[in-house]
C-alpha cells in the first residue's frame, strides 16, 4: 500500500511527532535537582537514573527498527512507543522510591526506541533527492522540544511540584500517539530485510563517531542543571538557562543537514567533531560566560550531527532497511551515552567537582575526531 499522505504533509506530521519526542528525551535534567533533594541522591546515583532512562533507547533501536522494516508496521511501532512512555511517566510521577524511579524509566527509553528509525524511514521515502535537508527541517522539531523541556519542567515544578508536573506532560505523549495513528498509513513490508545485512563497516564507523560525539555533548547537558544548582544558582534561572542553551539547536539541526547535501557527511562530522574538541579543552580551562559559551557550542556541535547521522544510516542502507540501519546508529549512541553518564557522576563523587568530571570527556572528543577521519568519501 502507497503512502497517502503528500510528501510536506508527511513532513509537517513528524515535525510535530518530533516536538514532542525530544521533549521528553530532554525532560530528565531539568527534573534532576528536585528528584535528588526528595530522595536524597548524589551524583553517582543521577548518573544511574539517566542509564536506565536512556539503555533501553540504544538497545533496542535497531530491533525494533529492523522489525517494522520486516513486517511493515511501522506506524504501530511509533504508536505504540508514544504510549509506554505515557505509563513510564505516569509511574514515575507515584514512585515511592528512587529505585523504583530508576525501574519505571526503563519505560520511558523504551517508549523513545521506537521513534527515529521509523520516523527517518518514512520522511526520506517521502524525499529520496532532499534527504539531508528536510531532516534537518525534522531535527528543527526536535531542537524545539529540547528547547521547551527546561523551562517548562522548572517552571511546573517551582508552581506544583516535580510528580505533578510528570503526570501533567505525560498527555501530550497520548495525544501525539493518537495524531499518528489517524495521519499515517503502514508502508509496505521489506520481509527480507535483516539486522545483519543493514550492517556494513561504514555504517558502523558512522555509528561510533555519533556515538561518541553524542555522548560528550549529552554528558553536558545532563548535568547543567544540577551543576548550576551545587554552584548556587536556582533551579528555575539554570533551567532557562539550559533552554538557552538548547535553543542552538534550532539553528544547528537545520545547518547540519543542509551542510550534509552540500559537502557530505564525511566533511561534517570531521568539522563538528574538532570543534568539540576544541569547546571541551575551552570549558576545562576557563570558568563563569566563558565556559557556559563553550557548552553551547558543544551543544551547536551534537545537534548539528543528528540529521548527519540519519540522512548517512539511510544514504548507507539498502532498499527497505531504513529503519534498522538508523537504529544501529542511533543505538549504539544511545547505549554509549548510557553507560557514560553513570562513569560521570561516579568521577564527579570522587573529585568531588562536577567540571572536573566533565572535563575529561576531552579524551573521549580527541577519540571522535579520529574515527571521523575513517569515514571514507562524501556520502551525500
Known amino acids: 500500500m502507497t503512502h497517502p499522505l503528500k510528501p510536506r504533509t508527511v ?41 536506565a532512562f536512556t539503555i533501553l533507547t540504544g538497545a533496542l533501536q535497531p530491533i525494533l527498527g529492523n522489525v517494522a522494516d520486516r513486517s511493515g508496521r511501522r506506524r504501530w511501532v511509533l504508536v505504540s ?32 526506541a521506537t521513534y527515529h528509525p521509523q520516523a527517518t524511514s518514512f520522511i526520506v521515502s517521502a524525499y529520496p533527492r532532499d534527504r539531508g535537508r528536510m531532516l534537518g527541517i525534522h531535527g528543527w522539531g526536535g531542537s524545539v522540544g529540547h528547547f521547551l523541556a527546561p523551562a517548562v519542567v522548572v517552571l511546573a515544578v517551582a508552581s506544583f511540584d516535580w510528580r505533578f508536573s510528570m503526570v501533567a506532560i505525560a498527555v501530550p505523549l497520548v495525544l501525539t500517539g493518537v495524531m499518528l495513528r489517524v495521519q499515517l498509513d503502514e508502508p509496505p513490508p521489506a520481509p527480507s530485510a535483516t539486522l545483519r545485512s543493514a550492517v556494513t563497516g561504514q555504517l ?44 542552538v539547536g534550532a539553528v544547528a539541526q537545520p545547518l547540519g543537514g543542509w551542510a550534509f547535501d552540500k559537502m557530505g557527511g564525511r566533511i561534517v562530522f570531521m568539522m563538528a567533531a574538532g570543534s568539540t574538541v576544541f569547546l571541551v579543552a575551552a570549558f576545562a580551562g576557563t570558568s563563569g560566560a566563558l565556559a557556559l559559551i563553550a557548552v553551547a557550542g558543544i551543544a551547536f556541535c551534537t545537534f ?28 549504539l549512541s544511545g547505549l554509549m551515552t548510557a553507560v557514560a553518564q553513570p562513569a560521570v557522576g561516579a568521577v564527579a563523587e570522587s573529585t568531588g567537582d562536577i567540571r572536573v568530571a ?10 571522535g575526531l579520529f574515527v571521523a577521519t575513517r569515514i571514507r568519501g562524501q556520502l551525500h
Not at 512507543?81 to 519505560?107: N, Q
Not at 548539528?304 to 542511533?330: K, N, Q, W
Request: proline letters at 3%; aromatic letters at 14%; charged letters at 10%.
Open 11 to 51: 513532513l509537517l506530521v513528524f515535525v510535530a511527532a518530533h516536538v514532542v519526542n525530544d521533549f521528553y528525551a530532554t525532560i530528565l535534567p531539568a527534573f534532576l535537582p528536585a528528584v535528588a533533594r526528595e530522595f536524597d541522591l548524589d551524583y553517582s546515583e543521577l548518573g544511574i537514573l539517566s542509564f
Open 81 to 112: 512507543g508514544f504510549g509506554v512512555a505515557a505509563v513510564g511517566f505516569l509511574a514515575m510521577a507515584a514512585a515511592p522510591t528512587f529505585w523504583f524511579i530508576v525501574l519505571v524509566s526503563l519505560f520511558c527509553g523504551l517508549g523513545a
Open 204 to 247: 558502523v564507523l558512522v555509528a561510533v563517531t555519533f556515538g561518541i560525539l553524542s555522548t560528550v555533548g549529552r554528558s553536558f547537558l545532563t548535568f547543567f542543571v544540577k551543576m548550576l544548582v551545587d554552584e548556587g544558582w536556582r533551579e528555575t534561572s539554570a533551567g532557562v538557562l539550559l533552554t538557552i542553551v538548547l535553543l
Open 304 to 331: 548539528s550531527l543528528f540529521p548527519v547521522a540519519l540522512a548517512l544510516a539511510s544514504r548507507l542502507s539498502s532498499d527497505g532497511r531504513t529503519g534498522a540501519a538508523v537504529g544501529i546508529v542511533f543505538g
Open 358 to 367: 566533565l572535563a575529561w570527556l576531552l579524551p573521549l572528543s580527541l577519540l
